[in-house]
C-alpha cells in the first residue's frame, strides 16, 4: 500500500502486514484436516473463518498474513473477510509470541488485590531484559475476569492457571518459567 | 397482482407492494428520512443507524431501511423523539471525523454537509482529540482513499461484494480504530471504481480524475446518454457553461444500467472539450491551401462540389453509429432519399470485439447507435454487412466521400490511423469533432460536429431501447453543428451568383 503520508498512523492493515518479519510456521496435516471440517460445518464457509483462525493459533501459536494466503488460496475463505475477523478479535495473535505469554486479571476483584502492581513487577523484569538487549522469555497483557475471583490476584502462564499472585511470590514464578522451554 | 400493504406514514394512508421496506416506501412518497448506509442498489445493512422512525405503539424507535411496512402500521418520520435521534446519530457519526471540508473535493454534494443542515444544526459537544487514521491512500486507478473522512457505513464493501463480486474491500480492526481499506499491498483494479466515489456518502472516496478541478457548486448538470457504448446508461454530464468546459460523467438511475456506469464511459466527457476539438470549419483552396472558414463556408464549398458531380454514382457516405436516430434520419432522407447515393459504408472499429460483453454493463460494441444506424441503413434499403466496410470507400470509385468521424476518440483506437488513409482520397469532408482532423495537413475539408452532450436526440442500446438525450449544454465549438443541422443547410444551399 503507497502512503503518501507518514505523519498519520499507518493503516493498521499495512502495519502489522510489514511487522511480520518471523517466518511463519507451516500448515499441519492434521490443521488442514480440522480446517476442512470447519468448512463443511456451517451453512456458509464465512462462517468458518472464526474457527478456522483459533485452530491456528492454537496449533501454531499466531496467525501470519501467510496463513491467510493459504485460507484464501487453499481454502476459499476470503483474505479481506479473514482479515476482517482477525483484526476485529484482540485475542487473535498476529505476531509471534514470545516463549510465554502471561494473560493477568485486570478485573475489579484482581485490581483490588493488587492485580495492577503485580503487572507493574512483571513489565519492570521484561524492561531489564530489554534494556540488557535480550528478547524477554515473557509478555504480559491485562485479560478481563479469569473467573477464579476467589483466587484472586489471577493470571494464566500459557496455559497453566496461578492464583493468589502477589508481588512477592511472582519472581520465582517468573524465574522458573524462564528457565523452561518455551 | 402482487400483494399490498396499507400503512400509514406521516398520517397519510400509503399502499405499497408487500416487502418493501418504510425506507423505500418514504422515497416513492418523498418523504425524506436520513441515511447513510441504505442504497437503493445494495442490500439493507442496518449499521448507520440513521434512519430511526417512530412507530406508533412501539416502545423504541427503529431503523426504517430494515423495517417492512405492514397493515395498519403507524409511522412517523418527524416526532421530536426521532428527529433528536437523527441529530445525535450525525454527532456520533462526526466523533472523529476531520471536518476538512475547506480541503475536501465532496464538499458541496457531502451527506454530512447536507444533514447538518437539514438535520443537525446543533452546537457540537465532542472536546477529545480526534482519532487520526491515515489519508490519501492510492487505492485504485481512480481512488484516492481518505479513512479519517469514513463513516464506516459499508456501502463501499457491499458494492464491492455485490456488485463487481470482488469483494476488494473490507473494515479493518474494530471501535473507533475501525479502518476501510483494501488487503495489504493491493488494489481495486475493476471497470466499475468511481461508482465507489458515488456512492461514498462523505469524502472518503474522491475520484482522481475530478479532485481539485472544480467546486461541485460551480457545476451544472444535465441528462444525457453515455455514449462509451452499446449499453447505453443513463447518465448526468457535469460541465461549467460559462467556460465551456466539461469534467465528469455521473450515472443517473436508468432501465439500462440500474444505478451504476463503468469507468471507460466516465472519460467520455474529455473528447467534448475544446482543447481536443477541431475548433473551426476549413476548406481548401485552388492552390491547395487550406482556408479556415465558417459554418456558411464550408457549406458553400461542399455544396459546390455536390452540384458539379452526379451523386448517385460519385458520392460515398461514410458513417459510425454514434450518431442520434434523428441525425441518421435527415442524412439518409436527404443523401439516399433525395440524391440517390448508393454507396452508404458504416465506420467501424477493426480491433473491437462487438460482441463482447463483461456481464455487468460494459459491451464490446463500443457505438451508441449501433442499432439505430442499422435499422436506418434497413429502411433506406442499404443491406448492413458489417466487417471491414471501410476499405470499400477506397474501391468505391467517389469523387467526394463525406466521412462521419466516430464521435468518442477513445473508443477508436485506429481512428488517427483511418483519417490517414482517408486523405489520401480524392476530396473527403470530414464532419468530426476530433481536433487530430485539423492537425493532419492533407484533410481538405471539416466542418466541427456538436457532441452528445450538446444536441437533442436518441440512441436505440443493443436490447433495443431508446435513451434520450434531452438537454443539451451548449456547443464550446461556434460552429459546431448536428448531422441534421449541416444535411440542412447542404439541402437549403444555392449557388449564390453564376452557373451552378
Ligand atoms: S469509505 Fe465511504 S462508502 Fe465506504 S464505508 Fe466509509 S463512508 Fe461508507
Ligand atoms: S457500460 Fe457502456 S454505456 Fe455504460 S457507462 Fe460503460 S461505456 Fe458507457
Ligand atoms: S476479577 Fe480476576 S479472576 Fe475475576
Ligand atoms: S440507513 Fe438505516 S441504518 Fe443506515
Redesign the pocket.
Known amino acids: 500500500m503507497s502512503h503518501a503520508h507518514d505523519k498519520t498512523p499507518n493503516n493498521s492493515a499495512a502495519e502489522s502486514a510489514r511487522e511480520t518479519v518471523e517466518p511463519a510456521p507451516a500448515f499441519t496435516p492434521a490443521l488442514r484436516k480440522q480446517i476442512e471440517g470447519f468448512l463443511t460445518r456451517y451453512e456458509t464457509k464465512r462462517s468458518a473463518i472464526l474457527p478456522a483462525l483459533h485452530a491456528i493459533q492454537d496449533e501454531l501459536g499466531w496467525i501470519a498474513n501467510e496463513h491467510i494466503e493459504i485460507l484464501d488460496k487453499e481454502f476459499g475463505l476470503h483474505r479481506v473477510q479473514v482479515r476482517e475477523a482477525l483484526t476485529f478479535y484482540s485475542a487473535y495473535r498476529q505476531k509471534k509470541p514470545r516463549k510465554h505469554t502471561i494473560q493477568f486479571c485486570n478485573n475489579i476483584v484482581c485490581c483490588m488485590v493488587g492485580a495492577n502492581e503485580v503487572i507493574d513487577q512483571i513489565k519492570g523484569h521484561i524492561k531489564k531484559y530489554e534494556n540488557q538487549g535480550v528478547e524477554p522469555p515473557f509478555s504480559v497483557e491485562g485479560v478481563p475476569c479469569l473467573c477464579v475471583c476467589d483466587g484472586a490476584p489471577a493470571m494464566l502462564v500459557n496455559k497453566d492457571r496461578h492464583l493468589k499472585v502477589t508481588k512477592e511470590n511472582i519472581d520465582s514464578i517468573l524465574e522458573k518459567y524462564a528457565s523452561l522451554p518455551g | 397482482m402482487s400483494e399490498t400493504v396499507t400503512f400509514k406514514l406521516n398520517g397519510k394512508d400509503v399502499s405499497v407492494p408487500k416487502g418493501t421496506t418504510v425506507m423505500e416506501a418514504a422515497r416513492r412518497e418523498n418523504v425524506a428520512i436520513p441515511h447513510f448506509c441504505w442504497h437503493p442498489g445494495l442490500s439493507v445493512a442496518g449499521v448507520c443507524r440513521f434512519c430511526m422512525v417512530k412507530v406508533e405503539g412501539r416502545p423504541k424507535l427503529e431503523i426504517s431501511c430494515n423495517l417492512q411496512a405492514t397493515n395498519g402500521m403507524d409511522v412517523k418520520t418527524d416526532t421530536d423523539e426521532a428527529k433528536t435521534a437523527h441529530k445525535w446519530a450525525l454527532e456520533f457519526h462526526l466523533v472523529n471525523h476531520p471536518l476538512d471540508c475547506p480541503i475536501c473535493d465532496q464538499a458541496g454534494e457531502c451527506g454530512l454537509q447536507d444533514y447538518y443542515m437539514s438535520v443537525g444544526k446543533y452546537p457540537s459537544q465532542m472536546t477529545r482529540p480526534k482519532v487520526l487514521k491515515p489519508k490519501i491512500l492510492d487505492v485504485g486507478r481512480d481512488l484516492v482513499l481518505d479513512t479519517e473522512r469514513?463513516?464506516?457505513?459499508?456501502?463501499?464493501?457491499r458494492f464491492e461484494e455485490e456488485v463487481t463480486k470482488t469483494g476488494a474491500l473490507g473494515i479493518f480492526d474494530r471501535g473507533d480504530r475501525a479502518i476501510?481499506g483494501t488487503y495489504p499491498e493491493t488494489k481495486i483494479d475493476h471497470n466499475y471504481q468511481t461508482n465507489?466515489v458515488d456512492?461514498?456518502?462523505?469524502g472518503?472516496?474522491t475520484s482522481r480524475d475530478f479532485r481539485f478541478k472544480q467546486r461541485v457548486w460551480f457545476l451544472k448538470d444535465k441528462p444525457a446518454i453515455c455514449p462509451g457504448c452499446s449499453t447505453g446508461c443513463s447518465v448526468n454530464v457535469y460541465g461549467k457553461p460559462e467556460t465551456r468546459t466539461y469534467f465528469r460523467l455521473k450515472p443517473r438511475q436508468g432501465e439500462a444500467n440500474g444505478h451504476w456506469m463503468c469507468d471507460k464511459g466516465r472519460e467520455t466527457y474529455r473528447h467534448l472539450n475544446q482543447d481536443v476539438r477541431l475548433r473551426g470549419a476549413f476548406t481548401t483552396d485552388a492552390k491547395g491551401h487550406r482556408q479556415d472558414t465558417n459554418f456558411a463556408g464550408a457549406i458553400e464549398s461542399l455544396g459546390k462540389r455536390l452540384a458539379g458531380v452526379n451523386p448517385a454514382s460519385d458520392v460515398a457516405l461514410l458513417v459510425s453509429a454514434q450518431h442520434t436516430n434523428e441525425e441518421y434520419k435527415s442524412l439518409f432522407d436527404y443523401f439516399v432519399g433525395d440524391l440517390g447515393i448508393k454507396n452508404v459504408y458504416q465506420w467501424r472499429e477493426p480491433t473491437e470485439k462487438i460482441d463482447d460483453f463483461d456481464g455487468l454493463l460494459y459491451r464490446g460494441d463500443h457505438n451508441a447507435n449501433t442499432r439505430g444506424l442499422q435499422d436506418a441503413l434497413k429502411q433506406n434499403g442499404i443491406g448492413s454487412g458489417v466487417k471491414n466496410e471501410f476499405d470499400f470507400v477506397a474501391k468505391s470509385g467517389a469523387k467526394i466521400v463525406i466521412a462521419i468521424t466516430p464521435e468518442v476518440p477513445s473508443t477508436f483506437p485506429s481512428l488517427n490511423r483511418q483519417l490517414e488513409s482517408l486523405t489520401e482520397l480524392d476530396f473527403v469532408s470530414f464532419w468530426t469533432l476530433a481536433g487530430t482532423v485539423g492537425d493532419n495537413k492533407k484533410a481538405k475539408h471539416a466542418i466541427p460536429m456538436k457532441g452528445f452532450a450538446e444536441k437533442k436526440g436518441t440512441f436505440t442500446n443493443h436490447d433495443g431501447k431508446s435513451g434520450e438525450l434531452a438537454a443539451p449544454f451548449p456547443c464550446p465549438v461556434v460552429d459546431g453543428r448536428d448531422i441534421s443541422e449541416i444535411v440542412a443547410a447542404l439541402k437549403g444551399w444555392r449557388p449564390t451568383h453564376g452557373n451552378k
Do not use: E, N
Request: overall charge positive.
Open positions: 469514513c463513516i464506516l457505513c459499508t456501502r463501499c464493501v476501510i465507489l456512492i461514498c456518502p462523505v472518503a472516496f
